[in-house]
């Protein structure tokens, strides 16, 4: 008999089957990666149902295209065999395609399955028909030989469409791999269906059974119907697990900013003050020891204020790395912010251990050369405290810890100390001198008092040094070199800085006001204040703005400080000039000055500091050779010289007999007040005058 198919309907089946394998496709990725057993097996059974449906469907909308001379029908019980066929090999298929490892076997297994069951699917559906006699379907010369034929391009293609687990599948791939899917599954329907001839005056045996049209109408709807729903059902499942692995991703990067530090990943202060209560109680169960060592940076401070906080970050970062290497496996290290770093050493033998693991990473931080290929080579203070000797809670633990450190650090730093008693007693006093340096400049504890200068030949006034004074209501007086270290330390050196300068310029005006000289006033220049963007201009406006002409301010460099970075000071000691300032280089003889940088530097002074000077009398020859020998090159250099710590008559007659420009010490005049050295000032124009 002469078949023929309806064109729509051939259209309507390649439909549906591209729907139902991009469902297909959908369903394998999302159960793929589904973690919970029950859920996988939940959406297999589901997957497996639609896939059925839609291939089952395919098969009955390309046969309500197909038309005989004869009424077609459908036999119920095959038909229904049929489906379940298809259902139950795309379950197969399913189950073994989206097992968490995916295997060759795996995958060419679940592409035989999906393929032999589309196969069996077709004929079984052709079988339905009922077609009698049975030899009516009969297979043409020139067409394969066997049903099986048609059947190899469905397996080998539902493998190539199902295989696709890779991190890369996107919505285009996944439609091309469901197009190719359902090529092959149209494909072997209509090869199949080419194969067949119908007799002449054959009748079907089912045509009272299911009538063909309204099955694929029922079918079509039905059809599209499941798979649109699921369809919608993966992808709201897929976006209710995008939010939950976001909402989870999200809780995550909470609980990392709760517990870890963001610069170095090590663990915050929160997180080190749980691993030390839990220490504490392990510790008094078992009877053990542990170790808290509490670190700060040497010189961390300079490279954040001379390089910026970029570069600092990056020392850090990289100090972090280096501390890991240099503890033991199990150690916690953490920090606790700026250039502050923990590490907690539990089950310790005893506290030489604990010295061992210090000196440990001291000794590997010396290293010129790590693998982070960071330039800056800094070095830890280390202060050591130890459960239960030192502490039995975390904040004593740390505190004892801390001032240990800082012990290290007025011991020459880059060293260790272990906790004592009388620490705590200077930690309570730095603290306090810290609080009180916050107090005085607002409510006016600072004084200045000013140490005259005398000409080295006629022992007239030359000029004062101007030198800071604390006075506090429960500390008393404290001594300069109490207070200024730690300032310095905290940075607070910067706006005393300033005071001093503008105090200094305020009292010149008074001196002035009182008829008085004028006169040069030398101030000291911190090593903090130099690392200051802007110092030149800072201190140009104080001056300019209380009306004190540049001539009268020196300012003082120490000799160590102005050699640290040689290049530097000279811009800067030129920036200085410029403005009208004169320099003096304080302390001589202390550090280690080339001449080619000191020739450059052109400086106003040279300050001989007070160990020469005491070394004339107790140094002998030895002492007034050296002393000798500075102000030679001094004066061949253009420059003045000034010797510090005059306390005997026999300094003063060989500095003398040596041509020192100017002296100051105890013996020609002690620091004195304000008001006192006013009084000074004017009795030596008095004696002057009448002279």
């Known amino acids: 008999m002469q078949s023929s198919y309806n064109p729509w309907l051939v259209a309507m ?22 973690a919970s057993p029950r859920l996988r097996h939940v959406w297999r059974m589901g997957g497996a149902l639609a896939l059925g449906v839609g291939i089952w469907s395919m098969h009955f909308v390309a046969m309500l295209a197909f038309s005989l001379p004869i009424p077609l029908g459908y036999d119920f019980a095959e038909t229904a065999y049929s489906l379940t066929l298809a259902i139950g090999a795309s379950y197969l298929a399913l189950c073994l395609t989206t097992h968490t490892q995916l295997t060759a076997v795996r995958l060419v297994g679940g592409g035989a399955f999906m393929g032999l069951g589309i196969a069996g699917m077709h004929y079984s559906g052709m079988a339905a028909l009922r077609m009698s006699p049975a030899s009516a379907i009969s297979r043409r010369g020139s067409r394969p030989r066997s049903p099986l034929r048609s059947a190899p391009p469905a397996p080998r293609c539902g ?15 996944r439609f091309g791999a469901a197009l190719v899917m359902a090529i092959a599954i149209s494909g072997m329907h209509y090869a199949a269906m ?111 204020d001379s390089l910026g906080h970029s570069a600092g970050d990056q020392v850090l970062s990289a100090f972090a790395q280096r501390l890991l ?27 030489t251990d604990a010295a061992a693991l210090a000196e440990g990473v001291l000794e590997r931080m010396r290293r010129d050369t790590w693998a982070d290929s960071q330039p800056l080579q800094v070095m830890p203070s280390i202060g050591i405290a130890l459960f239960p000797e030192d502490g039995d809670s975390v904040d004593t633990l740390l505190k004892h810890a801390d001032a240990a450190m800082y012990e290290a650090k007025r011991a020459g730093r880059s060293t260790y100390r272990f906790f004592e008693q009388r620490m705590n007693e200077a930690a309570t006093r730095t603290l306090q001198i810290q609080n009180a340096l916050r107090e005085a400049l607002a409510e006016r504890h600072f ?10 030949k006629s022992e007239t006034l030359a000029g004062a040094e101007a030198l800071i004074r604390l006075h506090h209501p429960q500390l008393g007086t404290l001594a300069p070199l109490e207070f200024i270290p730690i300032a310095e330390r905290s940075g607070q050196i910067v706006q005393i800085g300033c005071w001093v300068l503008r105090e200094a310029c305020r009292q010149i005006r008074r001196w002035v006001a009182q008829g008085l000289p004028p006169i040069k006033v030398a101030i000291n220049l911190s090593p903090r204040q130099l690392l200051q963007a802007g110092l030149v201009p800072t201190m140009l406006d104080i001056v300019n703005a209380e009306g004190v002409r540049c001539e009268q301010i020196m300012f003082e460099i120490t000799e160590t400080v102005a050699m640290q970075d040689a290049a530097r000071t000279i811009e800067m000691l030129r920036e200085f000039q410029a403005s009208g300032f004169e320099i003096a280089i304080d302390d001589f003889g202390t550090g280690y000055s080339s001449l080619a940088y000191l020739q450059r530097f052109r400086v106003k002074q040279l300050k001989i500091d007070r160990f020469f000077t005491n070394g004339l009398d107790a140094h002998g020859e030895e002492g007034s050779a050296i002393v000798s020998a ?32 100017e002296m100051q010490g105890f013996l020609l005049g002690k620091p004195l007040t304000a008001e006192a050295f006013g009084d000074l000032l004017r009795g030596r124009t008095l004696t002057a005058d009448a002279c």
């Not at 089946?13 to 999302?30: I, N, Q």
């Not at 517990?259 to 997180?271: E, F, H, K, S, V």
């Open 630 to 661: 500075i102000i030679a090159l001094a004066h061949s250099l253009e420059m003045d010289v000034v010797a510090e710590g005059v306390e005997t008559e026999s300094q003063l007659h060989m500095l003398k007999a040596m041509r020192c420009d």
């Open 159 to 173: 493998w190539r469409a199902l295989s696709n687990d890779d991190a890369r599948y996107v919505l285009r791939k």
């Open 325 to 351: 290497i240099c503890v033991r496996t199990g150690d916690t290290v953490a920090r606790l912010g700026g250039d502050e770093f923990v590490v907690l050493s539990e089950n310790l033998a005893s506290r």
């Open 447 to 456: 004084t200045l008092h000013f140490q005259p200068k005398f000409d080295g």
């Open 194 to 304: 080419a194969a067949a001839e119908f007799a002449p005056g054959a009748i079907c045996g089912a045509a009272a059974g299911v009538n063909a049209a309204w099955l694929a109408t029922s079918v079509i709807l039905f059809t599209f119907a499941i798979l649109i729903v699921t369809l919608l059902l993966s992808r709201f499942d897929a976006r209710t697990s995008f939010l939950v692995g976001a909402v989870s991703r999200l809780n995550g990067q909470i609980v990392r900013l709760a517990t870890l530090d963001t610069l170095t990943g090590l663990p915050n202060r929160a997180t080190l003050t749980e691993r030390i209560e839990r220490a504490i109680h392990a510790a008094r169960r078992q009877r053990s020891l542990f170790a808290i060592l509490f670190m700060d940076l040497d010189g961390f401070k300079t490279i954040n």
């Open 13 to 34: 089946s390649f439909v549906v089957a591209t729907l139902a394998s991009y469902t297909a496709l959908d369903l394998t990725g999302r159960i793929y990666v589904l």
